[in-house]
């Protein structure tokens, strides 16, 4: 007997069914975030912004508040200023709580900020006003007793002068002295000496002129004059002059006499 050829099996594609249902999916996907998109409210996005912006500048102001407190325990001589600071910040904080309070009320849902703000032991601080105020009456009362002993005396002592002599290697510089005390500088040039703080010497301009002016001549040099309490003075100084490439020495000087530069004028 002959066998039975197998019949192929009919096999149906449904490609063309997922397709359709995919782009149909797509198409749905972006129809939800157009409409989302244009639901979205973005005067409430802008005011958030804002009211973060002012969080962050009453987070500036507590810093600020802390910081002058550690100033206030560390820098008692400058309570008063301190004292003034702290209320410019306060004042400066309650600003920026009217600016939220106004900016709240412009929002539907106010978001609540914590501006715990740390409290300041206002008895300790007047107990130190307090004796800043003795101190500064005793210190008046002995200047006062010491006025009057000199009133007392026919002539009052004079003071000793230290006298800048000559000398040394260098006699065919021309050189500009600079004394060094605890606190500032003393530049000796023109009519009448001029004072630099210690702090300001990078920045101050007659003493960086003074160093332009002995960097571009050959002949020229500065002598700082050193007193005996005066080292960190003449170390800032002389780095200063070294980064400006001015040419520089140094004379010790014993006491805190008044310097005569009289043999250097002549």
């Known amino acids: ?45 802008a005011s958030i912004f804002e009211f973060e912006q002012v969080r962050s500048k009453i987070e500036q102001a507590k810093e600020l508040i802390r910081k002058l407190q550690a100033e206030i325990a560390k820098q008692s001589g400058h309570a008063d200023a301190t004292q003034q600071e702290l209320a410019d910040a306060r004042l400066q904080l309650d600003q920026l709580l009217l600016e939220r309070e106004n900016l709240q009320k412009t929002r ?70 600079v004394e060094c005390t605890a606190s500032d500088v003393v530049i000796y040039q023109g009519a009448e000496p001029e004072r630099v703080r210690r702090a300001d010497l990078a920045g101050d301009e007659k003493f960086l002129g003074l160093l332009r002016r002995v960097a571009a001549q050959p002949d020229a040099t500065i002598i700082f004059l050193v007193r005996d309490d005066a080292l960190g003075t003449y170390y800032a100084a002389r780095d200063v002059a070294q980064a400006h490439f001015a040419r520089n020495g140094k004379l010790p000087v014993i006491g805190h006499g008044k310097i005569d530069l009289s043999l250097f004028q002549k």
Not at 109 to 123: G, K, N, S, T
């Open 1 to 45: 007997m002959a066998k039975r050829r197998n019949k192929p099996k009919t096999t149906i594609s449904l490609f063309p069914f997922l397709s359709i249902l995919a782009c149909v999916i797509g198409v749905l996907t972006l129809m939800i975030t157009a409409m989302a998109l244009g639901q979205m409210d973005t005067d409430s996005f």
């Open 108 to 177: 539907n849902d106010p978001v609540e900020v914590d501006l715990a703000i740390p409290q300041v032991d206002a008895a300790a601080h007047e107990q130190r006003l307090a004796q800043m105020r003795e101190e500064i009456t005793e210190q008046t009362k002995t200047k006062e007793e010491l006025l009057a002993e000199l009133k007392k005396r026919d002539k009052p002592p004079e003071e000793a002068q230290v006298i800048i002599q000559p000398g040394g290697s260098g006699s065919d510089l021309k050189p500009t002295f």
